[in-house]
Each structure stands twice: as structure tokens, then as C-alpha cells.
């Protein structure tokens, strides 16, 4: 394990410190939502709480993994010779990045077959991503960390795809007062999501030893922030606009 500064550490500590805290508080926020929108989105934000649910529980063993890799004592800090396991990310990212694509699919509200087929596609797509990005992530080298990264990008670039073409005409199809809400989720989605890549190819530009640690661990959870909790408050926002339409509509056609 590379040595960080004394500087680089406490960063680290408390960046996981915080996503921890933030990622539980997101998680009771939107259970205890559910009853402020309609039943037909409660799904939907269950399952935005179970993402950042998942997340809590890892970011606590990253916090504990990166506690136990260094001791700092006196202002110096040293390798304990139990190695930090950077793996619970990934098994994280196994099980909230596709969740992260079927919310978004939820809360849009699309026809079964549709919901069926785009959650199917796309969920398998991310977890493909997620796997063929592991193997470079713990590559000794960068070639290695390269060819594994290409081939990461394949899956993405269809997600992305499918995120712009794929649910284009379908946002048209939501309430007024939601669409530009959905846009932004989408737009939040690729954005964050891209940010990742963007770290995973920090060694190329010559980043080594805790300089590379750090900012790797700095960039995902900076991410992982933005496309889980930050997506959560936005999926919410939506079932709530949504859930207001369809009740006023409803009233119209009662009155009818």
C-alpha cells in the first residue's frame, strides 16, 4: 500500500466519513418520503433508498478498510501492512448502478413491456461495465488498466445512448411540470457516471503513490455522491411533480 501525507489521509478519513453520513441520511429521507407521492412511485423511491442504503453499508467497510491499512499517530503516518480493500467499491457498484438506471426507468412510469425491457437491457449493461472495469482497477500497470478500461467504455457508451436516445421520446411523454426534472436526472446520470472514467485514468497522466491513492478515492466518492444521493433527491422531486399532476387531472376528469 502507498504511503500517504499526514494531509492526503485525514482527506481520505473524513471524505468517507462524510459520504457515509450522507449516504444513511439520503437513505432515511427517501423511505420515510414514500407516503408524500402517489403509490405508482413508491417503488421507484424504495429503491433510490436501497441504493443509497447499499452505499451506507460499504462506505462504512471503505472507512473501517482505510483505518486499518495506516495508522496516524504523532503527526506521521505509517502502513499497518493490511492492505485497503478497494474491492468494496466494485461490489457496491455490482449492485447500485444498475438499481441507479432501473429508479430513473420507475419514476418515468413507462409501459410494462417498455420498464420490462429497458431495465433488463440497461441493468445488464451497467453490471457488464462494472465487471470489466475491476480488472484494471487492480492492474499493476497501466496498459493493463488501459485495455480493461476500453473495454469498460463499451457498455457505457450504450448506456449512454440508450439514456439520450433511447428515453428521449419518453420524456416527452411525462407531466409538463416533471420533464425538465427528468432531463436534469438524466443529465446527472451521465455527468457523474462520466466522472468516473475521468478518475480511473488518473495513473496515466503520471499520478503515482499516495497522490494517485488519494485522488482516485476522492474522485469516486465524489461521484458516488452525486449519481446515488444527488440522484435520490431528484427521483423524489419527480414522483412528487408527477404524483401533483396526476391528481389534478384526476380531479379535472372527476369534475367532468
Same mark, same amino acid.
Given at each position: 500500500?502507498?504511503?500517504v501525507?499526514?494531509f492526503q489521509?485525514?482527506l481520505?478519513?473524513?471524505?468517507f466519513?462524510?459520504t457515509?453520513?450522507?449516504? %444513511?441520511?439520503a437513505?432515511? $429521507?427517501?423511505?420515510?418520503? #414514500?407516503?408524500q407521492?402517489?403509490?405508482?412511485?413508491?417503488?421507484a &423511491?424504495? /429503491?433510490?433508498g436501497?441504493v443509497?442504503a447499499i452505499a451506507a453499508?460499504?462506505y462504512?467497510r471503505i472507512f473501517?478498510?482505510?483505518?486499518?491499512?495506516?495508522?496516524?499517530k504523532?503527526?506521521?503516518?505509517? %502502513?499497518?501492512?493490511f492492505a $485497503?480493500n478497494d474491492a468494496y #467499491?466494485?461490489?457496491d457498484?455490482?449492485?447500485?448502478?444498475?438499481? &441507479?438506471? /432501473?429508479?430513473l426507468i420507475?419514476?418515468?412510469r413507462?409501459?410494462?413491456?417498455?420498464t420490462?425491457?429497458k431495465?433488463?437491457?440497461?441493468g445488464?449493461a451497467a453490471?457488464l461495465?462494472?465487471?470489466l472495469g475491476y480488472?484494471?482497477?487492480?492492474a499493476?500497470d497501466?496498459?493493463t488498466?488501459?485495455?480493461w478500461g476500453?473495454?469498460?467504455a463499451?457498455?457505457f457508451?450504450?448506456?449512454?445512448w440508450?439514456?439520450f436516445r433511447?428515453?428521449?421520446?419518453?420524456?416527452?411523454?411525462?407531466?409538463?411540470?416533471a420533464?425538465?426534472l427528468v432531463?436534469?436526472?438524466?443529465?446527472l446520470?451521465?455527468?457523474s457516471?462520466?466522472f468516473?472514467p475521468?478518475?480511473?485514468?488518473a495513473p496515466?497522466?503520471g499520478?503515482t503513490?499516495?497522490?494517485?491513492?488519494?485522488?482516485i478515492?476522492?474522485?469516486?466518492?465524489i461521484a458516488?455522491?452525486l449519481?446515488?444521493?444527488?440522484?435520490g433527491v431528484?427521483?423524489?422531486?419527480?414522483?412528487v411533480?408527477?404524483s401533483?399532476?396526476?391528481?389534478?387531472?384526476g380531479?379535472?376528469?372527476?369534475?367532468?
Amino acid at each position: 500500500m502507498d504511503i500517504v501525507t499526514p494531509f492526503q489521509f485525514a482527506l481520505v478519513y473524513n471524505a468517507f466519513s462524510f459520504t457515509f453520513a450522507t449516504m %444513511a441520511a439520503a437513505t432515511l $429521507f427517501l423511505w420515510l418520503s #414514500r407516503s408524500q407521492v402517489s403509490s405508482a412511485y413508491r417503488t421507484a &423511491l424504495t /429503491i433510490s433508498g436501497l441504493v443509497t442504503a447499499i452505499a451506507a453499508y460499504h462506505y462504512l467497510r471503505i472507512f473501517e478498510s482505510w483505518n486499518a491499512a495506516f495508522t496516524f499517530k504523532d503527526g506521521i503516518v505509517t %502502513a499497518t501492512g493490511f492492505a $485497503f480493500n478497494d474491492a468494496y #467499491r466494485y461490489v457496491d457498484w455490482l449492485l447500485t448502478v444498475p438499481l &441507479l438506471l /432501473i429508479e430513473l426507468i420507475l419514476v418515468m412510469r413507462l409501459s410494462r413491456e417498455e420498464t420490462m425491457s429497458k431495465s433488463v437491457r440497461l441493468g445488464s449493461a451497467a453490471a457488464l461495465m462494472i465487471v470489466l472495469g475491476y480488472p484494471g482497477e487492480i492492474a499493476p500497470d497501466i496498459a493493463t488498466r488501459a485495455v480493461w478500461g476500453t473495454l469498460s467504455a463499451i457498455p457505457f457508451v450504450y448506456i449512454v445512448w440508450e439514456l439520450f436516445r433511447g428515453l428521449g421520446d419518453s420524456i416527452k411523454q411525462q407531466p409538463a411540470n416533471a420533464q425538465n426534472l427528468v432531463r436534469k436526472a438524466r443529465l446527472l446520470t451521465f455527468a457523474s457516471w462520466g466522472f468516473y472514467p475521468i478518475v480511473y485514468m488518473a495513473p496515466y497522466v503520471g499520478l503515482t503513490g499516495g497522490t494517485a491513492t488519494t485522488t482516485i478515492q476522492i474522485g469516486y466518492t465524489i461521484a458516488d455522491i452525486l449519481a446515488k444521493a444527488g440522484l435520490g433527491v431528484l427521483i423524489f422531486l419527480i414522483a412528487v411533480r408527477k404524483s401533483e399532476a396526476e391528481a389534478e387531472s384526476g380531479h379535472k376528469a372527476d369534475a367532468a
